[in-house]
C-alpha cells in the first residue's frame, strides 16, 4: 500500500511580499505511522500542513496523500477528498462556537459521504468518541462555546475521528493546554487513533511528549526554507 | 445542518444582525407604504369626480377649470352668462346639467350655489352619490346643507344659523341674510366634504344690497321683500354637463368651444384630472424615488455589515475549508446569510406595514379622505420584496467574493 503521506521535491512561496517559501526533497509517512514533527515557531509548519491538506498547492512536485496527486484534482474533488482523507486538529478555535457540539463533530462528514457511511449512525458514533474521550455525557448538545478549551480540543479529535479517515493533521493541539491537561489529551488521542488505525502527523515546538510517537523529525532535518532577501 | 450552523452564525452576530434586519425592514416598509399611499392618492384622486361628462366655464385652461369647479382652489376669471348657460341646456345632446355659483365663504370654507340636480348628479368613487347623513336639503331659500368637514371643524348642528361672507376670506359679511343649516352630508373624501351648499338663488339674494363687491350704504332690504323678487341669476361660474350619450361627448364639446356668443371652455373631467395628477403626481415620484433611495442605503448597509464580519469570520471560514467546505460553499454561506437577512428584514417590513396602515387607515381617512385599503400583497409588492431579496442576494455577492479569495489565500490555518 501507498504511504498514506508522501512528498517528493516539493516547492512553495507564499505570494504577497511575505515571500516564505519552503521546499522539501522527500517526506513520507506510513499508514497508522504517528510522527511528531519538531520546528520553531514560523518555520513553516503550518503551511507543510495545509500543502498536505491541500488548501494550498505546490508550484513545483508532487504532494501525494493515500496514493492520490492532490494537484491532480480539481478543486471541489480536491475539498471533498480532503474530507475524505484527513482529520483535522488546530491550536484552538477549532469549533463553529454558535453550533452544537454534534453539528461541530459531525462537520466534515457533511463534505464526505464515504466517511458519513463508515460512520453509521452519526450520532451514536458521536457519543461513543464523546465517551471515550472523557467528555460528560449530555455535552452533545451543548453550544461549543460554553465548553472549556480542554474539552473543546477533544471534541476537536472527535470531529478528527469521525468516520476513522486514513490521517490525522494536528497543528500544535496541545499548545493551549497546561500541563496535566496536555497529558491526559494525548493519551486519550493516542488510544482512538491506535485503535483506528490512522496516521498522525503532529507538529510542535514542544520536544517533550517525543516518546509517544513512532518516529521525531526536525524540519531541518528534511525542508529548507526559503526566505527572500530583506 | 449547513441551514442550522449558517442561522446559528447570524445569531451569534444578533446585535449587527438585527440592526441590517431593521435598516431593511423599515426601508421596506417606508417604499410600500409610499407605494400605497401614491397609489391611493391617485386613485381617490381620480375617484373626485365621476358621472359628468364635461365640464363648462368660461374660457381659460382646463387644469385652472377643474380646480376651482371640482376642486374650489382658485378663482374663475370670468363668469358664464345666464343666457349662455341657458342655450347649452337646450341642446339636444344634453340629459342633464347642474350649474355652480362660486366666489362666496363661510369661515376658511367655500360656498356654492347650485340646484337640487348637483346632489343628483355629482358621484364620486366611480357611482357613489352625495348622502345626506343628517337633516334634509334644501328646500327654502336660506336653507344650507354643508360638507362633512364643515360641520366638523364648525361644530355644526341642524338649524344653526350662517353668515355667508361675499369674495374668499374677505371681511365684508352679508350680516342681513342668516342662513340656517339644514343638511349635513355623509363623509365623501372630495371637496364636497369643504363646501357650504345653498341654492342659486341664494347667492343672488345675497347680493342684493351689493354692488361690485361693496355694500350700498343705507340699503337693508328685508328677508321677506327678498323672497319677493326674482331671483333668476345674471351668470353662474361653471356647469356639469350630462350627455345622452357618450358618444355625444365631443360634438357637445365642440359645440361649446365655438360658442360664438362668449368664449367657453368645455372639458372632460377625465383627462382634466389626468393632466392634473401630472404635475401633482410628481412630488409623489420624487417620494417614490426618494423611498428607492432608502432601500438601496439599506441594501448597502446590508454590504458593509458583511464586509465588517468578514474579518471576525475569517476562522469560521477556515474551519469550514479545513472540514472540506468549498470555496463555493463559502460563497454560498454569505449568500445565504444575506438572503436570510433580507427575506427576515422584508418580512418585518410588511408586517409593519400592515400594522402601520391599520393604525393610521382612519386617521388618514378623516384628515386626508383618502382611503387606503388593507389588502393581502398583491403582485406588486410581491415583486417589490421578491425584488429588495434578491436585490440582498446581488449585493452580497461582493463581500461573498471576497471571502471566497480570502478562504483561497489563508489555507486553512488563520494566524491567531
Ligand atoms: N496565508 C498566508 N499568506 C502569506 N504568508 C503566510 C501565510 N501563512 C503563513 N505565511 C508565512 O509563512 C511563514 C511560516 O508560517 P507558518 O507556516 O504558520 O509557521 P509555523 O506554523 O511553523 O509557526 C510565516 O512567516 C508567514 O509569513
Ligand atoms: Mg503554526
Given at each position: 500500500m501507498a504511504p498514506i503521506i508522501s512528498l517528493q521535491d516539493v516547492q512553495f512561496r507564499w505570494p504577497g511580499r511575505t515571500g516564505f517559501g519552503l521546499s522539501v526533497p522527500q517526506f513520507e509517512l506510513a499508514r497508522g505511522e504517528a510522527v511528531l514533527l519538531l520546528g520553531a515557531s514560523g518555520s513553516g509548519k503550518s503551511t507543510l500542513l495545509s500543502l498536505i491538506g491541500g488548501t494550498v498547492l505546490a508550484s513545483q512536485g508532487t504532494v501525494r496523500v493515500a496514493g492520490e496527486d492532490i494537484a491532480s484534482l480539481p478543486g471541489g474533488r480536491r475539498d471533498r477528498f480532503r474530507a475524505e482523507q484527513i482529520g483535522m486538529i488546530f491550536q484552538q478555535f477549532n469549533l463553529l462556537p454558535f453550533g452544537s457540539v454534534l453539528d461541530n463533530i459531525t462537520l466534515p462528514l457533511r463534505f464526505a459521504p464515504e466517511r458519513r457511511k463508515r460512520a453509521g449512525d452519526v450520532q451514536r458514533a458521536a457519543a461513543g468518541l464523546c465517551a471515550a474521550l472523557a467528555l460528560p455525557?449530555?455535552?452533545?448538545t451543548a453550544k461549543?462555546?460554553?465548553?472549556?478549551?480542554?474539552?473543546?480540543?477533544?471534541?476537536?479529535?472527535?470531529?478528527?475521528?469521525?468516520g476513522t479517515p486514513p490521517l490525522l493533521i494536528a497543528d500544535e493541539p496541545t499548545s493551549a493546554l497546561d500541563e496535566t491537561a496536555q497529558g491526559q489529551f494525548l493519551d486519550l488521542m493516542f488510544q482512538q487513533i491506535r485503535a483506528q488505525r490512522s496516521g498522525l502527523l503532529m507538529v510542535s515546538h514542544?520536544?517533550?511528549?517525543a516518546d509517544r510517537f513512532d518516529r521525531v523529525i526536525e524540519m531541518a532535518d528534511f525542508l529548507h526554507v526559503e526566505r527572500p532577501a530583506a | 445542518m449547513i441551514l442550522r450552523l449558517a442561522f446559528g452564525s447570524l445569531l451569534a452576530r444578533a446585535l449587527t444582525v438585527t440592526m441590517t434586519v431593521l435598516a431593511i425592514a423599515l426601508s421596506v416598509a417606508l417604499f410600500l407604504g409610499v407605494e400605497k399611499v401614491r397609489t391611493g392618492a391617485k386613485a381617490s384622486f381620480a375617484d373626485t369626480?365621476?358621472?359628468?361628462?364635461?365640464?363648462?366655464?368660461?374660457?381659460?385652461g382646463s387644469v385652472q377649470l377643474l380646480l376651482y369647479s371640482v376642486f374650489r382652489i382658485g378663482n374663475a376669471t370670468n363668469n358664464v352668462t345666464w343666457q349662455s348657460y341657458l342655450d347649452i341646456s337646450a341642446r339636444p345632446e344634453v340629459d342633464w346639467i347642474v350649474p355652480i355659483s362660486l366666489g362666496d365663504s363661510h369661515r376658511q370654507f367655500r360656498v356654492m350655489g347650485t340646484t337640487l340636480g348637483f346632489f343628483e348628479h355629482y358621484k364620486y368613487r366611480r357611482d357613489r352619490g352625495l348622502e345626506v347623513a343628517e337633516g334634509k336639503l334644501m328646500a327654502d331659500l336660506f336653507d344650507t346643507v354643508i360638507g362633512a368637514d364643515v360641520a366638523q371643524a364648525l361644530g355644526y348642528q341642524i338649524g344653526d344659523p350662517i353668515v355667508v361672507a361675499h369674495g374668499i376670506a374677505s371681511f365684508t359679511e352679508h350680516k342681513d341674510q342668516p342662513f340656517r343649516v339644514a343638511g349635513i352630508l355623509e363623509k365623501t373624501g372630495t371637496p364636497v366634504d369643504r363646501t357650504v351648499i345653498v341654492s342659486l338663488q341664494a347667492i343672488e339674494a345675497i347680493h342684493v344690497d351689493w354692488q361690485s363687491g361693496a355694500k350700498i350704504p343705507g340699503k337693508t332690504t328685508p328677508a321677506d321683500k327678498i323672497r319677493q323678487m326674482d331671483l333668476t341669476p345674471k351668470a353662474v361660474t361653471a356647469a356639469l354637463v350630462g350627455v345622452t350619450s357618450p358618444l355625444k361627448t365631443f360634438a357637445l364639446q365642440r359645440k361649446i368651444n365655438t360658442y360664438p356668443e362668449e368664449p367657453l371652455l368645455a372639458i372632460l373631467p377625465g383627462v382634466a384630472l389626468q393632466e392634473l395628477w401630472g404635475i401633482v403626481g410628481l412630488a409623489e415620484t420624487?417620494?417614490?424615488a426618494v423611498s428607492v433611495m432608502v432601500v438601496i442605503t439599506a441594501l448597502i448597509g446590508l454590504m458593509a455589515t458583511l464586509f465588517a464580519s468578514l474579518n471576525e469570520r475569517r476562522r469560521e471560514?477556515?474551519?469550514?475549508?479545513?472540514?472540506?467546505?468549498?470555496?463555493?460553499?463559502?460563497?454560498?454561506?454569505?449568500?445565504?446569510?444575506?438572503?436570510?437577512?433580507?427575506?427576515?428584514?422584508?418580512l418585518i417590513g410588511l408586517a409593519m406595514l400592515y400594522l402601520g396602515l391599520w393604525i393610521a387607515q382612519p386617521l388618514v381617512d378623516s384628515a386626508f379622505g383618502l382611503y387606503l385599503p388593507i389588502?393581502?400583497?398583491?403582485?406588486?409588492?410581491?415583486?417589490?420584496?421578491?425584488?429588495?431579496?434578491?436585490?440582498?442576494?446581488?449585493?452580497?455577492?461582493?463581500?461573498?467574493?471576497r471571502a471566497y479569495r480570502l478562504s483561497l489565500a489563508d489555507g486553512m490555518m488563520v494566524k491567531t
Open positions: 455525557e449530555g455535552l452533545l461549543a462555546a460554553t465548553l472549556s478549551v480542554g474539552q473543546q480540543q477533544r471534541v476537536a479529535v472527535a470531529r478528527a475521528l469521525i514542544d520536544p517533550r511528549m | 369626480i365621476s358621472g359628468t361628462d364635461l365640464i363648462v366655464g368660461a374660457r381659460s420624487a417620494l417614490l471560514m477556515a474551519i469550514y475549508r479545513a472540514m472540506g467546505a468549498s470555496p463555493r460553499v463559502i460563497l454560498g454561506l454569505l449568500v445565504l446569510e444575506a438572503l436570510m437577512t433580507t427575506l427576515l428584514g422584508a389588502e393581502p400583497p398583491g403582485l406588486r409588492e410581491l415583486g417589490v420584496l421578491a425584488g429588495v431579496i434578491a436585490a440582498g442576494a446581488i449585493v452580497s455577492m461582493l463581500p461573498a467574493l
